[in-house]
């Protein structure tokens, strides 16, 4: 009978893909997939350890599986993900119960540890595997999705050259490569026979794609590749940066109707004395220009960002200069986070470092800020009538649930629907909107495709 192996997933959707690659080596080779903790003999924990939160998220679930390996029939615990990668010697050193440790360049590695693990008979042979995060050596590879089937994040590149001072991900997933266009388009042709009907493009930062590869930006010629070799009906795009949105790629988002109008595009913070600090590239003049440009050249487009609160040195004019940006632009979609003094990055060594609770009084207002302009856009959308992408039927309040061009899966809002028959996820439903409540929208579908 196959060795039964488990997976924790953690952090990002880049995190996540690299699961589903591992999930498709180790069932190729042979062992079963369990989602039951409880009977697998080996769990593989993808962490993540991009700020504090997240990194004590990974530990506290390290420890929970070193738990069952105490009490129950596990055998072997391997740790992988950013986590692995930047504390590969204390988790020997302070969890004894893992087994093995693969670095972020190593997913590739992974059924080798599991071999390893499961022949180890008892004796102590906790292992590392680490090449070099900056290897180009198999960026991506065939998955197994952990996605609904009819949504899949696509990852186009590794690692990040940006290197804000607040982040340790350079430190950790190397510097940034990009995939062969070739090798994308096929993926993108894999994830459409799959049955997927949105794919999301991500990477640390997708608009510098090809840089390092072609010697320019071309994620513009990539996204017109995929949308030429497959009819997937919802490409979307998350991680942009502001410097580089260029004319080429403002055009296709404009022209290309699979390409949704729908850009995320974090900015962190709007004080050019801030963002200076923050080594964010381009200013606010460059940040003002870009939310215009996109604003005038594409009608309706929905714009995501994220502000961080609470940066080493900000004051209140600062503050004051971000809530006023945030007031005057009305994003549709805000995420904001307070400042992370992670160690290992610049920022964290900077002098006038705010307290906690003056961070979090910042992230307050902002988000008070942003839920008025929020609920103000959701009101305007009583009455219209919205393609949304059904996820499922929730019994409970004996309604379907989905997303619309403007949701993202797992960050933004859904839509509540009621219809005449049960409809199946992954199919496209016209929803005339009739109410608000809180930040989701609830409606009735008037427009859906026979089963
Ligand atoms: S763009 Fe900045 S915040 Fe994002 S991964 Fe790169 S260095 Fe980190």
């Not at 804000?164 to 190397?174: E, L, N, S, W």
């Not at 608009?207 to 997937?232: F, M, N, P, W």
């Not at 080429?248 to 004395?273: C, F, G, T, W």
């Amino acid at each position: 009978m196959a060795f039964k192996v488990g997976f924790v997933s953690l952090g990002c959707p880049k995190n996540q893909l690299d699961t589903e690659v591992m999930l498709h080596e180790v069932a190729e080779a042979g062992y079963q997939i369990t989602p039951d903790e409880t009977e697998a003999d080996v769990i593989i924990i993808n962490t993540c350890a991009f700020i504090e939160s997240a990194k004590k998220e990974s530990i506290d679930n390290i420890l929970d599986i070193a738990w069952l390996k105490k009490h129950k029939k596990l055998r072997g615990i391997i740790v992988t993900g950013c986590l692995s990668e930047r504390y590969r010697e204390e988790i020997f050193k302070e969890i004894p119960e893992v087994d093995a440790v693969l670095g972020v360049g190593s997913i590739h590695h992974i059924v080798e540890a599991v071999n390893a693990v499961l022949t180890k008979k008892g004796k102590k042979s906790a292992r590392f595997f680490s090449c070099d995060p900056n290897d180009t050596v198999k960026l991506g590879g065939d998955r197994i999705l952990t996605t609904p089937e009819y949504a899949a994040y696509l990852k186009i590149a590794e690692g990040c050259d940006n290197r804000c001072t607040y982040c340790a991900i350079p430190g950790i997933r190397g510097k940034f490569r990009s995939r062969p266009m070739e090798d994308i388009v096929a993926e993108a042709k894999d994830m459409e026979s799959l049955g997927v009907k949105e794919l999301t493009i991500v990477a640390q930062d997708i608009t510098r794609y090809g840089q390092d590869l072609y010697g320019s930006y071309k994620l513009a010629e990539l996204l017109h590749k995929i949308t030429e070799a497959t009819s997937i009906p919802w490409i979307r795009l998350l991680y942009c940066y502001p410097d580089k949105i260029t004319d080429e790629l403002v055009a296709e988002i404009r022209d290309n109707p699979r390409i949704l109008k729908y850009i995320d595009l974090p900015m962190q913070h709007i004080s050019d004395s801030v963002l200076k600090r923050m080594n964010r590239h381009g200013g606010s003049a460059l940040i003002r220009e870009t939310v215009q440009k996109l604003r005038r050249e594409i009608p309706g487009i929905v714009i995501r960002t994220t502000f961080i609160t609470g940066f080493p040195g900000e004051t209140d004019e600062d503050f004051n200069e971000l809530c006023a940006f945030v007031k005057e632009n009305r994003f549709e979609r805000v995420g904001v986070f307070t400042y992370s003094q992670e160690e290992d990055t610049p920022a964290a060594a900077m002098p006038d470092q705010i307290d906690e609770q003056v961070k979090q009084d910042r992230m307050d207002v902002l988000m008070r800020e942003q839920m008025a302009i929020s609920a103000e856009l959701n009101r305007a959308m009583v009455g219209k009538t919205i393609t949304v992408l059904c996820e499922d039927f929730d019994p409970v309040s004996e309604a379907h649930f989905g997303r619309s061009a403007a949701d993202a899966p797992d960050i933004d809002g859904k839509i509540f629907f009621r219809a005449k028959h049960r409809i199946a996820p992954g199919t496209f439903v016209q929803v005339h909107v009739d109410e608000i409540v809180d930040y989701d929208l609830y409606g009735t579908a008037v427009v859906v495709p026979e089963a």
